[in-house]
């Protein structure tokens, strides 16, 4: 693909904050959004699994997001209502609350900087960030969706 096209070439993606910064997941990782539902709490879990719910008959892990990556929670500035992205995974059933809906947004691909160098080369981090989108007046981070909670839902022996 030559620059002329690439520059032309969008994909779209899920905006969320999680504390003060936006992050972003490829719209098709996402299956839906939903009001956060009541949640089964999980004996021994670490802080960010919230715990299980039932959506539409299947059982889902929900995560804390912002708990899992040490941010501050915005969760007092907010209605106290909450919102969960259900992904779209084929190896297991995850959630992500978040505080406030979700936006969409169209993102060139001349503006997805996979090579940039966060100074995280050998840490956690790294392994959750798949590139860094740089827009006029912000920078996204958007996340590997499927590293997220490769972790949490196959622990090492």
Known sequence: MNTEQ???????????????QTYALPIDAIKEVIPTPALTPIPLAPSHMLGLANIRGDVYAIVDLADKFKLKNNTDETSGKSFTLVLNQKQSKVGLQIDALP??????????????????????????????????????ILLNEELLFQQDLNPKN
Request: no cysteine; aromatic share 8%.
């Open 6 to 20: 690439q520059n032309h070439t969008e994909i779209r993606v899920i905006t969320f904050l999680l504390g003060t």
């Open 103 to 140: 936006s969409t947004l169209s993102v060139k691909t001349s503006q997805i900087d996979r090579q940039a160098n966060i100074g995280f080369a050998e840490s956690e981090v790294n392994q959750y960030i798949y590139a860094i989108v740089k827009l006029p007046d912000k920078l996204l």
